[in-house]
């Protein structure tokens, strides 16, 4: 007697973030590449991060509370689970994707490819910006090695890490020595923040550009001069409330906001961003660079 056929496997549902990239384009037809973009890069650090192992770091709490005291991050380079194989080949599909839309030269992109590979040429280079750009370390890191230049390297290498880094973060990140951090860089990689949101509770979360961590920060103070005079920060917002710019009339750099007192749902760093590329627009306009 034939067996009946099993029945049809349920398709997965998609992330709530690529529904959201998608219903964007929909609504912002003009903005269509970059989500496109945007949407190609989210399924390259999802897949990754996937497969990356949360890891055990116990740091010494004598250790962790100098960092804090002393302003320095608390994400050492020992601390994220790099698998080389795995970074080279996120390393080399992000700079496809840059390419394919437009962000990355063919030029740059050979150069790029080259890169990842050159057997080890990655993993010094990687470990040389990570140290000299996180400032975990007391002492003065190492120069990195020398490479050509290529505009493009700290974008690709920012975006390559952001999987594994992020997996060191939920691992750290409920610690109770980082909820009192107030600078204006990330508490764990030392990264610049490059969005934020405004919590219910009207207190603003600053967003790491790098491994996307949030942390507390005043709502009217540049994190990037530390300019607290609010008569020299300047604020707009978009007609319905949901995202707001502020510019900084000391060093005339600006970061956006996502408001979630007037949303329903939290704030997408993958949707926010690209939602908010016309106030970029107009903070530029306006003498501000991000």
């Given at each position: 007697m034939?067996?009946?056929?099993p029945?049809?496997r349920?398709?997965?549902?998609?992330p709530?973030e690529v529904?959201?990239?998608k219903?964007l384009r929909?609504?912002q037809?003009e903005?269509?590449?970059?989500?496109?973009?945007?949407?190609?890069?989210v399924?390259?650090q999802?897949r990754v991060?996937?497969?990356?192992?949360?890891?055990?770091?116990q740091?010494?709490p004598?250790?962790?509370?100098?960092?804090q005291a002393?302003?320095?991050?608390a994400?050492?380079?020992?601390d994220i689970?790099?698998?080389?194989t795995?970074?080279?080949?996120?390393?080399r599909q992000?700079?496809?994707v840059?390419h394919?839309f437009?962000?990355?030269?063919t030029v740059?992109q050979?150069?790029?490819q080259?890169?990842?590979r050159?057997g080890?040429?990655?993993?010094p280079?990687v470990?040389a910006w990570y140290l000299n750009t996180?400032?975990?370390?007391?002492?003065k890191?190492p120069?990195p090695p020398a490479v050509e230049?290529?505009?493009h390297?700290?974008?690709?290498?920012?975006?390559?890490?952001?999987p594994f880094?992020?997996?060191?973060?939920?691992?750290?990140?409920?610690?109770p020595?980082?909820?009192?951090w107030r600078h204006?860089?990330?508490?764990?990689?030392?990264?610049?923040?490059?969005?934020?949101?405004?919590?219910p509770?009207?207190?603003?979360r600053?967003?790491c550009g790098?491994?996307?961590?949030?942390?507390?920060?005043?709502?009217l103070?540049?994190?990037?001069c530390a300019?607290?005079?609010?008569t020299r920060?300047?604020?707009?917002?978009?007609?319905?409330g949901?995202?707001?710019v502020y510019?900084?009339?000391?060093?005339k750099r600006y970061?956006?906001?996502?408001?979630a007192?007037?949303?329903t749902?939290?704030?997408?760093?993958?949707?926010?961003?690209?939602?908010?590329l016309?106030l970029d627009?107009a903070a530029?306009?306006?003498?501000?660079?991000g």
């Open positions: 034939p067996q009946p056929d029945p049809p349920r398709a997965r549902a998609e709530r529904g959201e990239l219903e929909a609504t037809p903005l269509a590449s970059a989500i496109d973009m945007q949407l190609a890069l399924d390259v999802r991060q996937a497969r990356v192992p949360l890891p055990w770091i740091p010494d004598v250790w962790l509370a100098s960092q002393a302003g320095r991050p994400v050492r380079f020992g689970p790099l698998d080389w795995d970074f080279r080949l996120t390393f992000t700079v496809d840059l394919r437009g962000a990355v030269e740059e050979q150069r790029l080259a890169l990842a050159d080890h040429a990655l993993e280079i470990t996180s400032g975990v370390e007391e002492s890191p120069p230049a290529l505009p390297l700290d974008q690709v290498l920012a975006l390559a890490i952001r880094l992020a997996r060191s973060v939920e691992a750290l990140g409920q610690r020595e980082l909820t009192s204006g860089y990330c508490p764990f990689c030392g990264w610049e923040p490059d969005f934020s949101v405004i919590m509770s009207a207190e603003r600053l967003i790098r491994c996307a961590a949030q942390w507390g920060f005043e709502s103070t540049c994190p990037f300019n607290a005079d609010r920060i300047t604020s707009f917002a978009t007609r319905d949901r995202y707001r510019g900084c009339d000391a060093c970061l956006k906001a996502y408001d007192r007037h949303t749902r939290p704030v997408m760093i993958a949707v926010d961003t690209i939602a908010t016309p627009a530029i306009q306006r003498g501000y660079r």
